[in-house]
């Protein structure tokens, strides 16, 4: 083999590797992973229930007052309780002495008040009502043995009556504003026990409360009197000046109680016995 042909071979098997490298497959190009597949979104949480805060009285018996463990309950009480769960609202009830709920209201220290509290025309100049919840009237109450028969026997009566209340509203239109014979109290309770102790001849106040007394306290040797010029009342749920979005919520669950029938079974609770 001559050296020509001897090269000729060579530069012929080189061609032929570098072609058969040319034409080989070539190594597989790196694939990207494909994205994990992501877990399903958590659900949104529930937004938390807005609490109001509720100033309530609770010496107003069956309306508001504190059982043996020191709550307060009663008839309000769940009325609004329901009503605020019907709302999507959570409610905070703080014991809240009458003489100050107003101004505690005004101020935005409670954002609604439940106290049987009557609706007056007085009254919305200075606080926005929900529809009315419970429908109530003065009533006299004086001791078994009184002749008292109608308002008008306590014109020179002696009488007592709760500060700020409709109760010293009808005894002051009676007997005048300078009078000495209106003995005012913090409570009805209060005005009650000193009509017990002789201290007054008689006590105004609302029905639902005077009844509710009278009835758990038999010995205490009361009567009460209704009178032909007593006009009805009607309590509502009194809420800030201009706060329409609350107003609005607690109307739309007082209806919703109203119309399933727990608002019925609340009232029967307190009142079955009084009807």
Request: hydrophobic share 45%; charged share 20%.
């Amino acid at each position: 083999m001559t050296f020509k042909r001897q090269f000729l071979q060579s530069v012929a098997a080189l061609s032929v590797g570098l072609f058969l490298s040319a034409c080989g497959k070539a190594p597989p190009a790196s694939v990207a992973a494909e994205p994990a597949a992501s877990a399903p979104a958590a659900p949104a949480p529930t937004p938390a229930a807005k609490v109001i805060t509720v100033g309530t009285d609770p010496t107003y018996a069956p309306f508001e007052f504190q059982n043996e463990k020191g709550e307060i309950v009663g008839f309000d009480i769940d009325v609004l309780s329901a009503a605020a769960h019907k709302a999507g609202l959570e409610v905070k009830f703080v014991s809240t002495p009458w003489e100050g709920a107003f101004t505690a209201l005004a101020q935005g220290d409670r954002d609604v008040l439940v106290s049987a509290v009557t609706i007056t025309d007085e009254r919305k100049q200075t606080m926005d009502f929900s529809d009315p919840y419970f429908e109530a009237s003065q009533l006299i109450a004086v001791p078994a043995k009184s002749a008292v028969t109608k308002l008008d026997d306590l014109k020179k009566k002696k009488i007592g009556v709760q500060t700020g209340t409709t109760g010293e509203e009808v005894v002051v239109k009676l007997q005048g504003k300078t009078s000495t014979n209106i003995k005012r109290f913090e409570s009805t309770p209060l005005a009650l026990a000193e009509l017990a102790a002789g201290g007054v001849d008689a006590v105004v106040a609302d029905n639902g409360v005077v009844i509710h007394y009278l009835a758990n306290n038999p010995t205490a040797g009361f009567k009460s009197i209704s009178d032909a010029g007593f006009a009805p009342e009607f309590y509502g749920v009194a809420v800030k000046k201009g706060n329409a979005e609350l107003l609005a919520q607690i109307n739309k669950g007082l209806a919703d109680i109203k119309a399933d029938g727990s608002y019925q079974k609340i009232h029967d609770n307190y009142f079955k016995s009084t009807k």
